[in-house]
């Protein structure tokens, strides 16, 4: 028996064609509303273009082997696969990268700028020309000694000399008050963008579920990122698709709707300043971005600049006072200052509480001058070593060894060239002095002198410092009544300065009240006690040369500089900071200017590109359009034949 195999051709069905028509009508119109939605955000911030991706619909048949016997497979039209957002993420990944560099450096321009213009501004006096005018008019009272116009100038002078010194303390102090205020509003500004990234997480999370792409949540998500790379150093994990985890350093700030908040919290040991925290008390460490640039600035170069000015201010005063206290005014008046002092410690004997627990527990000297008058060139004759304790906490003591065969004046190197907590010098009348200088670490008050110890003869016999050698001997500012330890007369100690000097810098009310208690005129020690107790006579000059000389002299030792030098060296410093910011800054903004145009020839919307894709679309949309109205007629006919 022979078999037949049968063909069976079928009419597709009339329909088909109206559905094929349907598809191309819904594809070429989300096509035309998606183009529309692109040129609509054309200026919205952060807005990638979107673009549809088409595919043709599974085709007829499926292969089986009942399917009906047709020449190939019929196509049934196209379909929206899906609206893609057009997005580069490795230029997304490298434009957080940079922008964290950028954000740091014009933050440091922008405010050593106006700490640039507060130390030299143009159209005021700055320091250096008033400080001249100052040590000018002691030049005009030596000239003339009893002259009353010489010394109300001076006077002016001073006060001149004062006030700037008050301005621009009290410019930059309000300066770091400004930026520590801009550092808590970023905290908070940081917390709300991390907020609504989380919150954004669980939206795109919820859209996801359905099957869709929220791709404006997903820009906004991005901007906010852009917008938090630039405040603060961060890094993004896109490792689980659902959501984004962002990191400071490897802590997260964000993962999927979860927070972790900073916080900002004082630190008593600067100044009550604004620390940042985690929430659970942790530092955060930053790298780059604006606040890290904000921290920079306030505890590096405003620190700086109050600390030089406020070491210009007690140099000064305790150079000028040291002498004036010798001097004779033209009544006879003698050991006055020149210069307020206020100090530190309220106590005869400069006992000091530094914990703020109600009771004294060290003592608060800044300088402090011996007893013998000497010479630099002296042979010293023995062995020792000199211990000024450690200069930051937690470390070793500082010390500085010395042989019979060193000269006074090496030993005074030594110490200046060392990481000891003073300076050394020889003052105006021949004694070996040692000076607080800045501190290293900013936990350590300033202008406090805390050890000094020999455990040779340098400091007891030879400059009559010490009363004694080695440790039982040794002055430490940790101990209350430590000062006994000191082999000086109370008129050879300054006692540390109240906090910034600088702030509250002015003249002596005896010597606003009176020119005459201007100390111009030297006189002699008749009793051999170390205290010139005798006037040389009104017409004398010698007290007032040796100030006006101090114009000339290394006043500020810890640089080795005059104080002029000293003012002109620390307004060059901070213009050299703030064209190494413009340099840096200029150099960061070039690179995220490149791949910001980039992404923007990437993701932006191009007006002509989306005008001809509208146009493309609305021919396809009346294509679709037309083929439906052909295959209605081709209805038509049939029902017609059908009557």
């Known amino acids: 028996m022979i078999l037949y195999k049968v063909k069976r051709c079928d009419m597709l069905s009339t329909f088909h064609g109206i559905e094929t028509g349907k598809k191309g009508l819904m594809s070429n119109n989300m096509g035309i509303q998606t183009t529309g939605h692109n040129l609509a955000n054309i200026e919205t911030e952060g ?5 549809v991706n088409l595919s043709t619909t599974i085709p007829l048949y499926e292969p089986s082997a009942n399917r009906v016997e047709v020449p190939g497979q019929i196509g049934t039209g196209v379909q929206v696969e899906d609206i893609q957002r057009v997005r580069d993420q490795a230029i997304d990944d490298r434009i957080i990268f ?7 450096w014009e933050t440091k321009q922008k405010f050593l700028h106006q700490l640039e213009m507060i130390l030299n501004e143009p159209d005021k006096p700055n320091l250096r020309t008033v400080l001249d005018d100052y040590w000018e008019s002691w030049q005009k009272v030596a000239a003339d000694p009893a002259e009353q116009a010489s010394r109300l100038e001076l006077i002016q002078r001073a006060e001149i000399l004062t006030k700037t010194m008050n301005h621009v303390f009290n410019s930059v102090y309000d300066l770091r008050n400004n930026v520590n205020l801009i550092i808590e509003q970023k905290i908070n500004e940081i917390n709300n963008i991390a907020r609504e990234i989380a919150s954004l997480n669980l939206q795109i999370v919820k859209v996801e579920a359905m099957g869709d792409r929220p791709n404006d949540l997903y820009d906004k998500r991005d901007l906010l990122a852009d917008r938090l790379s630039k405040i603060v150093d961060i890094r993004l994990e896109r490792n689980n698709k659902h959501e984004l985890i962002v990191y400071i350093g490897t802590e ?12 900002g919290v004082g630190n008593p040991d600067n100044d009550g300043l604004t620390d940042v925290l985690w929430d659970d008390g942790r530092y955060v460490k930053l790298g780059n971005g604006e606040l890290a640039g904000l921290f920079s600035v306030r505890d590096e170069d405003l620190r700086k600049a109050l600390m030089n000015l406020n070491s210009l201010a007690a140099n000064i005063t305790d150079a000028t006072n040291e002498i004036h206290r010798d001097g004779f005014g033209l009544n006879s008046s003698t050991d006055n200052n020149f210069f307020k002092e206020i100090p530190l410690s309220p106590y005869a004997n400069g006992d000091y509480d ?16 011996g007893t013998e008058r000497i010479d630099e060139d002296t042979l010293i004759g023995s062995d020792g070593i000199l211990n000024f304790g450690p200069s930051k906490v937690g470390e070793p003591d500082v010390t500085i060894q010395y042989f019979a065969t060193d000269r006074i004046k090496d030993v005074i190197e030594r110490i200046n060239q060392s990481s000891a907590g003073v300076v050394a010098y020889i003052n105006h009348k021949g004694q070996f002095s040692l000076k607080a200088k800045t501190p290293e670490d900013n936990r350590y008050r300033p202008f406090v002198i805390r050890h000094i110890e020999d455990s040779g003869n340098f400091l007891v016999g030879i400059t009559g410092i010490l009363k004694e050698a080695g440790p039982n001997g040794a002055f430490d500012f940790a101990t209350p009544g430590n000062i006994d330890k000191l082999n000086v007369p109370a008129h050879n100690i300054s006692f540390t300065p109240q906090k910034n000097p600088a702030g509250w810098f002015a003249l002596d009310d005896k010597i606003k009240a009176n020119p005459e208690n201007i100390a111009a005129a030297g006189g002699v020690d008749t009793t051999g006690d170390g205290n010139i107790d005798r006037m040389n006579g009104l017409g004398d000059n010698r007290n007032a ?10 006043i500020m030792i810890e640089e080795r500089s005059t104080a002029g030098e000293f003012i002109k060296a620390m307004i060059g410093d901070f213009g050299t900071r703030s064209q190494n910011a413009i340099v840096n800054m200029d150099k960061n903004k070039a690179v995220v200017d490149s791949l910001e145009n980039l992404r923007k020839q990437i993701s932006g919307v191009n007006v002509d590109e989306e005008l001809s894709k509208m146009i493309m679309y609305q021919h396809g949309y009346n294509a679709s359009a037309r083929l439906v109205t052909v295959i209605d007629r081709m209805i038509e006919t049939l029902i017609r034949m059908g009557a």
């Open 545 to 554: 040369l040796m100030i006006a000389e101090l114009r000339h002299k290394k």
């Open 252 to 263: 997260n700030l964000v993962q999927g709707g979860k927070v972790h908040e900073i916080r």
């Open 98 to 104: 940079e922008k964290g560099g950028y954000g740091y």
């Open 47 to 51: 807005y990638s273009r979107q673009k």
């Open 354 to 369: 530094f914990n703020n627990d109600g009771n004294v527990d060290g003592v608060a000297i800044f300088r402090v001058s």
